[in-house]
Each structure stands twice: as C-alpha cells, then as structure tokens.
C-alpha cells in the first residue's frame, strides 16, 4: 500500500499531478484545489490511497490524512467509487461532509456531480456515527473555504458544458481578481466568470 508520497511536480492538470520521487513519477488524482496549488519543479505532499481493480491500478492523493480518512469512508458506501469519492471531496470539505451527516441532509451530496438522490442518502446513511462535526450542527458557520467554493463553481461550469480544464483555468483568473466577499460566494463567483466565459460560447464537455 502507498499511503504517501513526497517528491517534486513533474506535471498538474485539472484533476491529477505527477509526483516524481526517486526517479519514478507517479500520478495521482487529486481534487482540484491540490492540482490547482501545485507548481512544477516544487515539492509536494501527499496523503493517498491506492485502488486495485483488475484492469488498473489508481492512486488517489489528499492535502490532509483526515481527507483521505473520509475518502475511505465514502468508498465503503454502496454505490460510490473512488471517482465519486473523490467528486464529494472537491465539492465539500470534510467539516461540510461532517455536518450534512450529522444534520441527515443529503442536499450537498446530491449537488455533487455523478452522485445521485439515492447514493447521497446511502452517504448520510451509512457515514452516520462514523464522522463527526468540530462543531455543533446548527452553529453559525463562517464563508465556505475558498477551495470548497472554486470546486463548485468549476463543476457547474463543466455542467454547462465546458470541459474541466477551461473551467478550472477561468476560475483561478476570475478568482484571483474577484473581491474577498465574491470569492467567498459560489452564485457571485459563477456568475464573474460567466460573464468572462460568454454564455454562448461553450465547449464540448470532453473538449
């Protein structure tokens, strides 16, 4: 098992990087916020998790161990694989997670692209008692971590019809100009970069 790796970027794309550590280079998937981060020549630290399917061997890489311990969770729900797992956590951050399961709510899981209304309820289901809050459910929360809402706005322009990479390049260039409070806002962040992009000119969602 490959539980981490440490090395330089050799390459990043939208949903992946190359790590290469002792001369190897290994890719790993990852969400977009670490693929976004990573700079080519500099090191990187991964916590990962290596899937083994009998046509393929995949790696799976995370920020922080309680990423991956949450990846791992979520792979143990019926009808999520580690592409949805790792969906889940691009779109919401393990407090997120935490909180709609401790809140029954399966509404953020099924705003998660390729999660439908009957694995989101398996999620909340099944992760019930084995993940829990930093705070009470119900607590006053602050801005959505910026990550968190660059993940969102990156999937609803994929859902638009863009193809992930030029969502994710237009959201950093928004993102990087755009206020504080507009950063910190899904519906005002896509709707900047929207405005950029030109509704009518889409692309071809493998494009």
């Not at 939208?14 to 020549?41: F, K, L, N, T």
């Not at 990479?165 to 993102?175: D, H, T």
């Not at 409070?181 to 009518?200: E, F, H, K, N």
């Amino acid at each position: 098992m490959i539980s981490s790796l440490h090395g330089r970027v050799a390459y990043a794309d939208a949903d992946h990087v190359v790590v290469e550590v002792g001369g190897v280079g290994y890719a790993v998937a990852v969400p977009p916020q670490v693929s976004r981060a990573a700079r080519i020549g500099e090191e990187l630290r991964l916590h990962t998790n290596l899937v083994v399917r009998e046509d393929a061997l995949s790696l799976f890489g995370f920020e922080t161990r309680e990423e991956l311990v949450v990846f791992t969770q979520l792979l143990g729900v019926t009808g999520v694989g580690p592409k949805s797992a790792l969906g889940v956590l691009s779109a919401l951050s393990v407090e997120q997670i935490a909180e709609a399961v401790a809140a029954d709510d399966e509404g953020p899981f099924r705003r998660v692209s390729g999660i439908g209304p009957k694995t989101a309820k398996l999620i909340v289901v099944q992760l019930a008692g084995k993940i829990t809050p930093s705070r009470p459910v119900g607590t006053p929360t602050q801005a959505a971590p910026a990550d968190a809402v660059f993940a969102q706005v990156a999937q609803a322009l994929v859902g638009l019809g863009w193809s992930e990479r030029v969502a994710a390049e237009a959201v950093a260039s928004v993102a990087s100009e755009a206020p504080d409070a507009d950063r910190a806002s899904v519906q005002a962040l896509l709707r900047m970069t929207l405005s950029v992009l030109g509704p009518a000119r889409k692309e071809p969602a493998g494009g």
